[in-house]
């Protein structure tokens, strides 16, 4: 009789599958990925595998899903909160944000990593998809909040959402260009890459919601100092 | 000896084979069209194919080159008028581009359906960037020239320029839209849909480059009337 050691419960088994897989994506495009390359990254067997997954394709589809979910959290918590002032409300739904993605700096630089691989781009589209999916609904209730107070004053709600949309899905590639910078020894050139970034998001937000600029506020910018220090590794 | 009748100038052939490609493209994901089906489908053989291309991939890159050039040829015209006023020119632009897509509107709707087509999205992904790599340059142009002379107050240059082109790529499937309902009959919803999208892409214009509400105007909406037209067949 043979007696496993370490055996991993199905909740874990599924998350190291997910971990590996997302891993994996970061270095390689999808169609390199396989099921056997999976298994060897997870440190679980094949039948482990399919318990939890018919396909490969199954295990793209649950990547996705776990990345957009993870994105959105913040978004959800902010439009719970009961600030009644919707320029608040909309400050602290940036904030969360920003303290989300700082927190999952590492994660967000894979992905980052994982859209420049050729053959992710049907990945990548999806993920976006995705993410509009649950996002655009908190950010159109976030304007329609401030409307209905007559606080915001946008040209129209839904393309507005878009754009506002647009603008945070660009933040990354600069924020990451800028420690490259830093880790380079160009931390001055760095830093004044994030500072403008953040300062023209904030004056691109204010302005599509129709308030003055610096009503809604960014996180501070120096929330961001740890992406340029060379001694401190991304999570 | 045989006797070739009707042969085609090299030219033609290759437009031949270009036209085919696009037409397969919109009908079927590009992972389904094959050099033969392409050979079949332009009435040429696979020698006159190979003469100008030296694989699917090929052809493929040529297309997505083909519609980007098409689509930014308008543009380029429009920033080298001689107007000294930046607001005609942004208009001027807007105006001719409008104009463009029009006299185009069956390739669009064509592009559109090739969208939805799954395995197409490394394909969209490349138009996308082809077509910004080529519009980029020219509103960047006419934001820069309208700050110079002090008419535009734009937050950051790059990234309004980023915005002005997102708010144009989500125009057609809302004009495809809007022609869906008046081809079922409801004609009027159709038109309030494509008068409320052309006012409210005029409106954000405006506001993204510090202007005046109407500063900038944008191609008279009936310009968009044929679209509605159920006798009107698409180009």
Not at 104 to 119: C, E, L, T
Request: aromatic share 6%; net charge positive; glycine share 6%.
């Amino acid at each position: 009789m043979t007696v496993k050691r370490n055996r991993m419960s199905p909740e874990a088994r599924k998350t190291a599958i997910l971990d590996a897989a997302t891993r994996l994506l970061t270095v390689q495009p999808w169609e390199n990925v396989t099921v056997a390359g999976i298994v060897a990254a997870a440190g679980i067997s094949k039948g482990g595998f399919y318990h939890h997954f018919i396909s490969r394709e199954d295990v793209l589809l649950a990547v996705i899903q776990r990345l957009a979910d993870d994105s959105v959290a913040a978004g959800q918590a902010s439009l719970a909160r009961l600030e009644t002032d919707p320029v608040a409300r909309y400050s602290n739904f940036l904030i969360q944000e920003a303290r989300w993605e700082l927190s999952h700096a590492g994660k967000i630089a894979a992905i980052v990593r994982m859209a420049k691989q050729d053959g992710n781009a049907p990945l990548l589209i999806r993920l976006k998809e995705e993410s509009l999916r649950r996002n655009l609904p908190i950010v159109r209730a976030l304007i329609g909040d401030g409307m209905a107070k007559s606080v915001f004053q946008v040209v129209d709600v839904g393309l507005t959402a878009d754009l506002l949309l647009e603008v945070g899905r660009m933040r990354w590639p600069t924020f990451l260009r800028a420690r490259q910078l830093a880790l380079a020894g160009d931390r001055a050139s760095g830093w004044q890459m994030i500072r403008e970034r953040v300062r023209a998001e904030e004056g691109l937000t204010n302005r599509l919601l129709g308030l003055a600029d610096r009503a809604v506020r960014f996180a501070p910018v120096d929330d961001y100092a740890p992406l340029l220090d060379p001694g401190c590794a991304l999570p």
